[in-house]
């Protein structure tokens, strides 16, 4: 290895480019010499019931926390606060449409009103069409019987929502108009959008406990970074024009701030709460680890249960609200646009209408606070009970009837690529893996990424979970492929027809706002509880934003470099390899890179449904005392793999840029 | 017909005489020069020698504007002509503060704005000068009227009195029957005439133009041009006027300054710069110009020789050459330019021809 990094250095800048692959290849296939000699020394395995120092200790300081969070005053007059705001913002927004309060054995506003509500404000800020769908989607909670575990969800979202939008938005003015503040925040920002969702629950936990307020945190927590960079970027990109115009004229401060900047970002400022409000029904339903209530926990039972029928109905509940969200913020986010479009003879009806609609809602609400009949929603759910047991029969025809091709695949799989490669990797000598990954960083994403890597790789080895690190690595590493794969695929396609543009990419918006937790459900039911239920779930999720990436890398080649190719006599396949995707080069890296963000953050959640290694360490943290402090460090050695991957690919990408 | 007319600033009777009034806009020895240690530039003798290039070079500092010195008569139509990167754009927005100048000083009204207060500058913003944009710099939100209105809403005039005045001025501009518009329903031409009227609508002593019409077509632009000239007339407010355009700079200007790499090359009337560029870099300039539209016979007159039949029709020295030709050449004697009965100079049929066919030879 050292022999072949010394060959390319002497040899000029240009033929090292060249010569990179080879480069990779003889780490690799060093790699395998060494594993042939070495395999199964120093690997650091770690059984799952053993602990290490670190995981002691860390269950030390929860212990010494849990007995002194009365005492302490950093939590008496900080956190405890915190916590106890949120709790009563949730219990507050819980009583209203979810938990029965006081003497009262139901909420305060009924379903009929929920609906009311749900379909006037939709029609207030988006149109009718939205609002037909809003009434629709809720009403079908009710059906499935899942109304109250759907509005503890909506309840759940909605606080953190608010909180996050409370927080971001000015934060996000902020950064918009002070750059010295935009260059504070731009890192935090980055950070903690590479980090996948589950790993900032353990540390939550530790200083607000379980339950609804630690939930609502981690959503505020995971939800304000788009609404901060959004409304930043919204704020940002005013025309500079309009900005001197204005000042030429001699607004004050807040003068350009309310007349202008704000007006001006209200479209986009709209769109990052639609964002905001995505990645907390993500987060919200995923907090049912950490025992929120609410959709999210109906479906993590299902799963440790293996009830694909009860998760399935569950998994529908989530899509169908999130499909619901999106829909009316993105029709609020046109609204803004087209409002002065519309005719005025419309225009002018909107306004007693809105006031007519505003009466019978009033009306609405009443009687959905007076009457049992509108309070509860009627009936016992027949038709989740349906769904459920129409699910159940599809799995259990699924599984006599094309268990043969689906257990073919996988085994196919399972044994043909990720089973050598998870052995490669944690039946090697813990510093053997470290010093490829370094070697690799350095060829592919430089000095600075080498060294990341190796900060990361000790870190690791510190976490003392090496051994699932390496096996999560494995699976992230096969989806990542197999979505690139995909990515390139599709992406090309994409890239090159834009009637296939126009048919897929809907497809793949929806299938990017799903929280991903759902996506395990019927990967459940085709491929039982294995580590390539998570691989498979995985790559589902992360494909679209990688054939996304790659499908605008293929546009954007020019067209006339295309022309040229084709007089020039090239047939559509040296077009796509000899012209498109060396042009799209950034964007593959690109897309690597979010692949495998995307990856990681949902084989992590794999966890749950047999995928075992870190994901499974954290999970088990949360519900066995002895073993929180191993699922601290699990959630820790997720954050590191993140990092890593993230800081090489990011370098690499800059790398094939320049 | 004549081939392309260069048009020419018709309105001397409004600057006859700058020195009798008190400029309304004086700029001294004016500087801006963007990086680290800006402030040192303008004060050493050793970097103020240097060029461009070399400052940068030595101090990593552009000096954008360079010991600029000029003023503004009232009523007067000054343009400032450059090309892009010789320091206009920057020069406009020093004279408002939207740049924040390093060094000099800029008199308006009597008064140094460079001393007054954010407080002040702002109350001098909204009353006493505005600025047209080259990218109007409209608010898409608001309808045309609202745009109109916006100087007067943020100086807090009360809502039917600013839209009152708001639609005088659209009126003015000509846009009567696009009040409820928004911008983006608007062609180029007419958003300017927004930005125009926005300017216009707070009664400003001053109005600054940044390249207003550079990004509209050029049958738009002439329109525009006429606009302005016809607004000048109407309301008479003083100008300064920024334009990379040489045909614009001599149609809109009464007095034209020429800048090149943030240094100031010559300053003076249209036939000043053509008939005495101060260097070759004017010169070239104003190669193209057709010289018989913007000379007067000022400057081609020779002095009277005793053999010259002196009983010639007059002409006064302020007449453009194109318009004496026909009169020059009809007349069997030499011309007599004779200025409050005394006489300058004569012009013969030789020197119009040297200048019409000189100016038609490309010369």
Partial sequence: ?658 | MAPAQTEVSQRRDTSEDPQDRTPVVSVRRLWKVFGPKADEVPGSAELCGLTRRELMDRTGCTAAVRDVSFEVSPGEVFVVMGLSGSGKSTLVRCLTRLIEPTAGEVVFEGEDIRGADPRRLRELRRSKFSMVFQHFGLLPHRKVVDNVAFGLEIRGMSKAERVRRALETVELVGLAGYENSYPDQLSGGMQQRVGLARALAGDPDVLFFDEPFSALDPLIRRDMQSEVIRLHHEVGKTMVFITHDLSEALKLGDRILIMRDGRMVQCGTGDELVGAPADDYVRDFVRDVPRGDVLTLRWIMRPAEPEDALDGPELGPDVVVREATRAVLAAEKPVKVVEGGKLLGIVGDEEILSVVAGAEGGA
């Fill in chain 1, 1 to 658: 290895m050292a022999v072949a990094a010394d060959a390319t250095a002497s040899v000029t800048p240009l033929r090292e480019r060249a010569s990179r692959p080879m480069v990779v290849a003889a780490v690799l296939a060093g790699w395998l010499v060494l594993f042939a000699v070495l395999r199964g020394r120093q690997t650091l395995t770690l059984a799952a019931a053993d602990l290490t120092g670190l995981h002691r200790w860390l269950n030390d300081l929860n212990d010494s926390i849990g007995a002194n969070r009365n005492s302490n005053p950093l939590f008496l007059y900080f956190f405890n606060e915190i916590r106890l705001a949120i709790d009563n913002l949730v219990t507050f927004v819980q009583s209203l449409i979810s938990q029965p309060t006081g003497t009262r054995p139901v909420p305060q506003i009924g379903w009929l009103g929920v609906v009311g509500i749900t379909g006037y404000v939709s029609w207030a800020v988006g149109n009718w069409r939205v609002a037909l769908l809003a009434v629709a989607g809720f009403t079908f909670f009710g059906l499935q019987g899942l109304w109250q575990e759907s509005m503890d969800t909506l309840a759940l979202t909605l606080s953190a929502v608010l909180v996050a939008l409370l927080i971001g938005i000015p934060l996000g003015v902020w950064a918009g108009l002070s750059d010295r503040f935009n260059r504070i925040m731009t890192p935090f920002l980055d950070f903690m959008q590479t980090m996948p969702t589950f790993v900032y629950l353990a540390p939550l936990t530790l200083i607000f406990l379980i339950g609804g307020a630690s939930a609502v945190i981690t959503t505020v927590i995971y939800a304000a970074p788009p609404a901060i960079r959004i409304t930043a970027h919204a704020i940002r990109s005013v025309p500079e024009t309009t900005v001197e115009a204005a000042n030429s004229l001699g607004t004050t401060r807040l003068q350009q701030l309310v007349k202008v900047l704000l007006p001006m970002s209200r479209r986009t400022v709209v769109m990052g709460v639609n964002q905001t409000i995505m990645a907390a029904l993500a987060m919200v339903t995923i907090a049912a680890l950490i025992d929120a209530p609410g959709l999210g926990k109906t479906v993590v039972q299902a799963l440790q249960s293996l009830d694909v029928g009860t998760a399935f109905n569950a998994g529908l509940a989530i899509v169908v609200m999130a499909i619901v969200l999106d829909r009316v913020t993105t029709a609020a986010a046109a609204r803004t646009e087209t409002a002065r479009r519309t005719d005025a003879r419309l225009l002018r009806w909107r306004r007693p209408l809105l006031a007519a609609g505003a009466i019978g809602l009033g009306f609405v609400i009443y009687v959905s606070h007076t009457y049992v009949w509108a309070a509860q929603f009627p009936g016992h759910g027949a038709v989740g009970s349906h769904i459920a047991s129409a699910a159940d029969t599809t799995t259990g025809w699924l599984q006599n009837h094309v268990s043969g091709l689906t257990n073919g695949l996988r085994n196919v799989l399972t044994n043909g690529l990720l089973n050598p490669f998870q052995t490669l990797l944690t039946d090697s000598p813990w510093w053997l893996v470290g010093i490829v990954l370094v070697a690799l960083a350095l060829v592919l994403g430089g000095r600075w990424a080498a060294v990341t890597g190796a900060c990361c790789v000790g870190l690791l080895v510190g976490t003392g979970v090496w051994s699932d690190s390496m096996t999560t690595l494995a699976s992230t590493a096969v989806a990542t492929v197999l979505v690139m794969l995909l990515g390139v695929v599709f992406g090309v396609w994409m890239g090159r027809s834009a009637l296939v543009d126009r048919v897929v990419r809907p497809t793949l918006d929806a299938a990017q706002v799903m929280p991903p937790f759902v996506y395990l459900v019927p990967f459940l039911a085709l491929f039982g509880a294995t580590r390539f239920t998570a691989i498979v779930a995985a790559v589902v999720y992360a494909a679209p934003v990688a054939i996304k990436i790659i499908a605008d890398g293929v546009r954007n080649v020019p067209e006339a470099t295309v022309e040229a190719a084709t007089s020039a006599g090239c047939n559509t396949w040296q077009i796509i390899t000899k012209v498109q995707l060396p042009m799209a080069r950034s964007a593959l890296t690109l897309a690597t890179n979010q692949g495998l963000i995307y990856v990681l953050s949902m084989v992590v959640v794999g966890g749950l449904v047999g995928a075992g290694a870190l994901g499974y360490d954290v999970v088990a943290g949360f519900s066995q005392g002895q073993l929180y402090g191993k699922g601290l460090a699990a959630g820790l050695a997720i954050v590191l793999l993140g990092v890593m991957f993230d800081r090489i690919t990011q370098a690499a990408a800059r790398r094939t840029r320049a």
